[in-house]
């Protein structure tokens, strides 16, 4: 019997790329939305609609139901992780955490630096605290309430990806055609960085893997905003004007992006030595491993 596999958050970007590698390891997987998102998997899932932040709703869909792996991309608080534990207890549960869970940046980060052990956890809402707040109250809860489930927090820097419905690359592209001004505080600084569709599939990896605990999962190398702006207006479809053509030169963004999402794209997962249960993958440890928020 094939393991059965839950996905919060499996209908656009990374989750897309995720979904279809639990479909290609041959899994029974199921897609939980709140059925307000299409998706392109026809009958190789299952779906169940539910409200992510409604313990009524989640109460309803899944007590009845049992998963090997529960995959959480849409975890942002302690109390997300509560009103859904309460109700539903895998075997596996693997949460997309964020490098912003660090309380200080820096050059060549590890899972160490932050301990959710050793801070204690108390339940929040989204609206109560800010995004890194919010990813290490997800990881204290996990740690300390819940560690009779053997759990991943996967610490993901910036995701990059051609699909990014946050559009945050486009808008400096954008400005950048339109010679609009805005706000950089810093064109220099160094971001980790990983493709949308390596990280799917290194979370689909770490399901089929006993390890647990906090990890870093990045794509080899880092990238500035000054060299992504470089990368742009040297493109020959943008004329040195960026006057009469720039309208329609807003056209081509996407191909540009996507030329580049391709060019990141070879940087592949390079390896520090880490061993995950008996098999070795590569996680991105850049030199200049200096991250902004995923």
């Not at 409604?54 to 109390?79: G, H, Q």
């Not at 599939?201 to 605990?213: D, E, N, R, Y």
Request: one cysteine or more; proline letters at 3%.
């Amino acid at each position: 019997m094939s393991k059965k596999v839950l996905v919060l958050g499996g209908t656009r970007f990374f989750g897309k790329y995720l979904v279809q590698s639990l479909i290609d390891q041959g899994l029974d997987v199921t897609i939980a939305t709140r059925g307000n998102t299409k998706d392109s998997f026809g009958d190789q899932v299952n779906r169940i609609i539910f409200d992510r932040t409604d313990e009524e709703s989640i109460k309803t869909a899944l007590t009845k139901e049992t998963y090997d792996v529960i995959y959480d991309n849409i975890a942002y608080t302690s109390n997300d992780i509560e009103i859904l534990l309460r109700h539903v207890t895998p075997k596996r549960y693997i949460v997309t955490s964020s490098m912003s869970a660090y309380h200080e940046l820096h050059l060549d980060l590890k899972e160490t630096d932050f301990d959710p052990a050793k801070e204690a956890f108390k339940i929040v809402r989204s609206e109560e605290v800010d995004y890194a707040q919010g990813k290490r109250t997800v990881e204290e809860i996990l740690t300390q309430k819940y560690s009779q489930i053997p759990s991943v927090f996967v610490r993901f820097p910036y995701v990059i990806g051609e699909d990014d419905y946050t559009k945050r690359f486009t808008f400096y592209i954008d400005h950048l055609i339109k010679q609009k001004p805005m706000a950089v505080d810093n064109l220099t600084h160094q971001m980790g960085f990983v493709d949308a569709q390596e990280a799917g599939k290194f979370l689909a990896f770490l399901g089929t893997s006993s390890f647990t605990g906090p990890i870093n999962g990045a794509s080899k190398g880092t990238i500035s905003l000054e060299e992504v702006l470089q990368y742009v207006s040297k493109k020959p479809v943008f004329p040195r004007s960026f006057q009469k053509q720039a309208i329609k030169a807003l056209t081509m963004v996407h191909l540009l992006i996507r030329s580049m999402w391709r060019s990141l794209r070879k940087l592949v997962f390079h390896s520090v030595n880490c061993r995950i249960g008996s098999t070795n993958f590569a996680i991105g440890k850049s030199p200049k491993h200096q991250t902004n928020n995923y």
